[in-house]
């Protein structure tokens, strides 16, 4: 049966939004898509910040089930803009993404809910 993963600063996704932040089921852990929305719901008019703000989230998402950046095994992200800030995305992925390296595709999309949003990234991981 299928496990919820919910990170304590990450409630309001289940109770707004009704979605777990990570649902875990025979050893894969499916991570709802994340924006770089701060813990008061605002977007910084920096990248930086909000790629920072979504990378912080699957984090929270990965400790909370016990396991790291090391056990993602795909990614994809969103984005609005992607040729002015992919650069930035890719620099800021590094410093998070480990050997061997998850599977990735980075999409150009025409906007998000929040129109202040400029990434959305969702993951999966898996339990070693």
């Not at 919910?6 to 777990?20: E, F, I, R, T």
């Not at 605002?42 to 990378?55: G, N, R, T």
């Not at 025409?110 to 969702?122: C, L, N, P, Q, T």
């Amino acid at each position: 049966m299928p496990e919820a993963i919910v990170p304590a600063d990450l409630v309001g996704y289940v109770n707004d939004w009704k979605m777990s932040p990570g649902l875990e089921h025979e050893g894969f852990i499916f991570m709802t898509g994340f924006t770089g929305a701060s813990s008061d719901g605002q977007y910084s008019d920096d990248p930086s910040e909000q790629i920072e703000a979504v990378f912080a989230k699957i984090r929270a998402v990965l400790e909370e089930g016990g396991l790291g950046f090391q056990n993602l095994v795909e990614m994809t992200s969103y984005h609005v803009g992607l040729r002015d800030h992919l650069e930035e995305f890719k620099s800021i992925r590094a410093k998070y993404v480990q050997e061997p390296f998850p599977a990735w595709t980075a999409i150009e999309v025409a906007g998000f809910v929040r129109e202040d949003a400029i990434v959305e990234i969702k993951c999966i991981a898996r339990r070693a």
